[in-house]
């Protein structure tokens, strides 16, 4: 398929954040460029003319703060600087210039709900109880016997309470000990956290990523959470009470129209959230009147089961729930959950590809998708991630879906001239960019032609999503904007298919990805094939 030159962006008056594709990219993993094993900054700005030629608008950055690396950089130990493994406030500066020169945007993540136990600012407000800073975290006595203060549970297990003993009160941490939440409440806390937007924004970064947002605001009077009725046996502890009074409470809602109205200082900037919470629920994140988030963040395709009849379901239930004027956006994977190919098998990653990209609303893309990446087993003795060092033997491990990004068919694949921080999988010499680049029909080269179609049509970016149906193994929409119609049909099943279809011509499908052909009532689909079928304006 032809490649258009250049980075131009779809043709549209809808925003960037609207029109455009996000790409993740977890800067450990992508690209070193000192050879310490550990992707950095530099090595990023190396790779963006790929990402531009690929067709990518946004790039989102996981954390590059300074950090002591508990859980990897989302323990900021100073939100206004870059950890000297990833480089410096330089090269972010010359990161955002590269990617402004070749169209992109650059998507920075915050993690506003809590710091590292070594940012100056806890480091302040655990020395002393009358510290000014002190009610800048959420501190609490103990209860009469010295037991914590309330059962809540930490998300990475265990109590979210640790006890400070030269104060005698506990702190409380929604995540790791060492991740102490902080006081939202407290109006210095909001004052200081728009100073680190703004000089972020100052600097050209083009939007936010919000971590962890749902877990903002606790309750006011403390309060236990109840338990949760669906615990089984087996089940991670972490699931043993319902997180009532800890999760999605209705003073963060104030806070994110505090976000809101930093970013809409400064313009066509963004932002995103991150909120695991029920779509029904999701929808407040998106406030009133244009107060809250741009795009929280659509994570139901990650659990949904993979069948037509389910993902229409979806699909039609969340068009129904967005309020009006709200954006739609869709996730298929992240850094903290299994990579598509390893949870729906590599069969249908040309569907699923299809699916992301043809679907109204914003697509994130995570780094490696595009080649078929799938989780890396790690040997214990290998294991980073802090989860899964605190709750072992419950498959929350996520090292297995950072794993360094494929370059190249050699040695190392590429992406360093060190050891890996995490190994390669085994089969890296094969499925890598190089290698797929130089195959028109590798899934490489699938998300680039979509990707390209849907810069070319704005039907398919910013147009109407209709008559979604499912029958049988297929799942079928249309996309309508200004004139142009298309047919989006997709079969998730393993055998030859017919299906009616309106007339028009076959632009494109998965399996054949060449020519164009002439569709009259009916279209014969292979098994796992999704076609696009342009109809008559």
């Known amino acids: 398929m032809a490649q258009p030159p250049g980075n131009k962006g779809v043709m549209t008056s809808a925003p960037w954040w609207q029109s455009g594709v996000v790409y993740q990219i977890y800067p450990r993993s992508f690209q070193d460029s000192n050879g310490d094993g550990i992707g950095d900054l530099p090595g990023i700005s190396q790779r963006i003319d790929y990402l531009a030629d690929l067709g990518i608008d946004a790039i989102w950055l996981s954390p590059v703060y300074p950090s002591p690396m508990a859980d990897f950089g989302?323990?900021?130990?100073?939100?206004?600087?870059?950890?000297?493994?990833?480089?410096?406030?330089?090269?972010?500066?010359?990161?955002?210039?590269?990617a402004h020169q070749r169209g992109l945007k650059v998507i920075m993540d915050l993690v506003?709900?809590?710091?590292?136990?070594?940012?100056?600012?806890?480091?302040?407000?655990?020395?002393?109880?009358?510290?000014?800073?002190?009610?800048?975290?959420?501190?609490?006595d103990p209860k009469p016997d010295g037991s914590v203060p309330t059962n809540w549970l930490s998300e990475f297990g265990g109590p979210s309470w640790t006890l400070d003993p030269i104060t005698g009160q506990y702190y409380y941490h929604a995540y790791l000990a060492a991740q102490p939440d902080l006081n939202w409440r407290n109006r210095e806390v909001v004052a200081a956290m728009d100073d680190v937007l703004r000089f972020w924004f100052d600097r050209g970064v083009d939007g936010f990523r919000l971590d962890t947002i749902h877990h903002l605001i606790e309750d006011a009077d403390f309060r236990d959470n109840p338990p949760n009725p669906d615990f089984k046996p087996g089940d991670p502890p972490t699931k043993a009470l319902q997180r009532l009074y800890t999760n999605d409470r209705p003073e963060t809602q104030t806070v994110l129209a505090r976000f809101r109205q930093?970013?809409?200082?400064?313009?066509?900037?963004?932002?995103?959230?991150?909120?695991?919470?029920?779509?029904?629920?999701?929808?407040?994140?998106?406030?009133?009147?244009?107060?809250?988030?741009?795009?929280?963040?659509?994570?139901?395709?990650?659990?949904?089961?993979?069948?037509?009849?389910?993902?229409?379901?979806?699909?039609?239930?969340y068009e129904a729930l967005l309020p009006p004027g709200a954006w739609p956006n869709w996730v298929l994977g992240?850094?903290?959950?299994?990579?598509?190919?390893?949870?729906?098998?590599?069969?249908?990653?040309?569907?699923?590809?299809?699916?992301?990209?043809?679907?109204?609303?914003?697509?994130?893309?995570?780094?490696?998708?595009?080649?078929?990446?799938?989780?890396?087993?790690?040997?214990?003795?290998l294991v980073q991630d802090p989860w899964e060092k605190q709750v072992p033997g419950h498959g929350l491990g996520r090292d297995p879906a950072r794993t360094p990004m494929a370059w190249s068919p050699e040695r190392k694949s590429g992406f360093t001239h060190g050891i890996p921080w995490l190994p390669l999988g085994d089969d890296a010499l094969a499925r890598n960019v190089a290698t797929q680049k130089a195959d028109p029909q590798s899934l490489w080269s699938l998300y680039r032609d979509l990707l390209h179609l849907r810069r070319t049509e704005p039907a398919l970016a910013v147009g109407d999503c209709v008559a979604i149906q499912a029958e049988r193994s297929v799942l079928r929409y249309e996309r309508h904007h200004a004139g142009r119609r298309f047919s989006v049909i997709l079969n998730f099943g393993d055998e030859v298919t017919d299906v009616s279809a309106p007339g028009g011509d076959m632009i494109y499908s998965t399996a054949s990805r060449n020519g164009r052909r002439t569709v009259t009532d009916r279209v014969r689909l292979l098994a796992h094939e999704g076609v696009l079928v342009a109809h008559a304006r």
């Open 112 to 140: 506003p709900n809590h710091t590292s136990d070594q940012h100056p600012w806890f480091l302040e407000s655990r020395a002393s109880r009358d510290n000014p800073k002190r009610d800048w975290y959420v501190w609490r």
């Open 334 to 381: 992240n850094h903290d959950r299994q990579r598509l190919i390893s949870r729906i098998g590599e069969t249908q990653a040309p569907l699923a590809a299809m699916l992301l990209l043809s679907l109204r609303g914003t697509p994130t893309i995570y780094y490696g998708e595009e080649i078929g990446m799938s989780d890396v087993p790690i040997p214990p003795e």
């Open 262 to 317: 930093i970013a809409d200082e400064y313009d066509d900037r963004a932002l995103i959230g991150e909120a695991y919470i029920p779509l029904e629920a999701l929808m407040a994140y998106y406030g009133h009147a244009g107060s809250g988030l741009h795009l929280p963040f659509n994570f139901q395709l990650l659990s949904t089961p993979w069948t037509p009849q389910d993902i229409a379901e979806l699909i039609q239930r």
């Open 74 to 98: 989302y323990d900021v130990a100073n939100y206004v600087d870059i950890d000297a493994v990833f480089g410096t406030l330089a090269d972010l500066d010359a990161l955002v210039k590269t």
